[in-house]
């Protein structure tokens, strides 16, 4: 396995996460997709889901809607992988659903799982069987969760024991939390218990002092989500992003 997966031109490997941001307009996922290859990050990262995946539309109609708003379809991604590609940035996804593997899984350098789905065996196994590498993140997990998740993985394929394979994010499950909620010291002990080299920090604070700080402490890949404009935005995830200015500021910081 090339160990070079999680490294960087600026030290820590670049997420930049757009996710929902682009509330459904491809256009406008466009757009963030060009800052943030404008803003010099390693990779862009997106999520790949259906409402039918997420939510029981009769017993959660209103939040059923609301993620088929967010949706994109199948040729808006691969647009969206391929100006990744042609821009030499990495195209990332968290996949929700197995049946996007078969036509995304080439733009993959890497499966990103979600904190959501830590604990989502089925979902684990066939990735782990899809045998690249894996980045874990463990907001909505207890320490046992992410041994457990872990071991699972190596269990089904033993190539995720190797050097490079498997990275995980601290990462706190709130939008947005206080500098205090961090919690980076987790990063030393996700490192202690699970053994693992490649440890690095999912932010959900406002503005890039944590993900400053998480570098200092020597994590080596930096996840943030992403926009174009903080200000006046209702979808609360564009409280929590970073802009192109921040980006560049970051860098000049690490």
């Known amino acids: 396995m090339n160990e070079s997966i999680w490294k960087s ?3 820590p490997l670049l997420i930049a996460e757009i996710g929902g941001n682009h509330e459904g307009d491809f256009e406008y996922a466009k757009n963030l997709t060009k800052l943030a290859i404008e803003a010099d990050v390693d990779f862009i990262k997106f999520q790949l889901s259906t409402r039918e ?3 029981n539309p009769l017993e959660s109609a209103q939040r059923n809607q609301h993620f088929k708003n967010f949706e994109l379809s199948r040729e808006n991604h691969l647009e969206l992988a391929e100006l990744c590609k042609k821009n030499f940035v990495g195209y990332a996804a968290s996949v929700w659903h197995e049946d996007f593997f078969s036509w995304i899984d080439d733009y993959l350098d890497f499966y990103k799982i979600g904190s959501g789905d830590l604990t989502a065996y089925p979902l684990l196994k066939k990735i782990a069987r899809i045998g690249k ?3 874990l993140s463990t907001g909505l997990a207890t320490e046992s969760d992410k041994i457990e998740s872990i071991r699972f993985i190596k269990k089904i394929n ?3 024991a190797q050097k490079g394979m498997f990275a995980l994010l601290q990462c706190k499950s709130m939008y947005p ?3 205090s909620d961090a919690h980076l010291n987790v990063m030393h002990r996700l490192k202690e218990i699970t053994k693992l080299s490649d440890i690095g920090y999912s932010d959900h604070t406002i503005g890039i002092d944590a993900l400053i700080y998480a570098y ?3 994590a080596n890949i930096l996840e943030f989500h ?3 404009n903080r200000l006046n935005r209702s979808f609360r995830d ?3 992003s970073s802009t192109k200015t921040d980006v560049k500021r970051l860098i000049g910081e690490i």
């Open 9 to 11: 031109k600026h030290g």
């Open 53 to 55: 995946g997420l939510l």
């Open 133 to 135: 590498p894996i980045l």
């Open 158 to 160: 033993s190539d995720y």
């Open 177 to 179: 939390i206080n500098y």
């Open 216 to 218: 200092a402490m020597r």
């Open 226 to 228: 992403f926009t174009d």
């Open 238 to 240: 564009h409280t929590v």
